[in-house]
């Protein structure tokens, strides 16, 4: 089965530069990389446009939500990740 969406939670990326050999390996030719929010990343098929819906950070958890569109097709897609204390 082929992916369209796939998120991927805990990766402490920053969204510097030296981040891009990361984000090469895990996404594959065809896909687009979205950096939700520190910890939250999107790899997503080029055929979709997403909007950002709503993003909300509290002390123990960060809420993101995403639409994607494809012919006329929405997927709302809410994540929900847990702050562990540092």
Do not use: C
């Amino acid at each position: 089965m082929d992916l369209d969406v796939l998120v991927i939670t805990e990766n402490w990326l920053t969204g510097e530069a030296s981040d891009q050999k990361i984000i090469d390996a895990v996404t594959p030719a065809g896909y687009s990389f979205h950096l939700a929010a520190l910890r939250v990343s999107i790899p997503f098929h080029d055929s979709l446009n997403y909007e950002t819906y709503l993003r909300f950070q509290d002390k123990s958890f960060e809420t993101y939500q995403l639409i994607f569109v494809s012919g006329g097709i929405l997927v709302h897609i809410a994540i929900i990740n847990r702050l562990h204390p540092i």
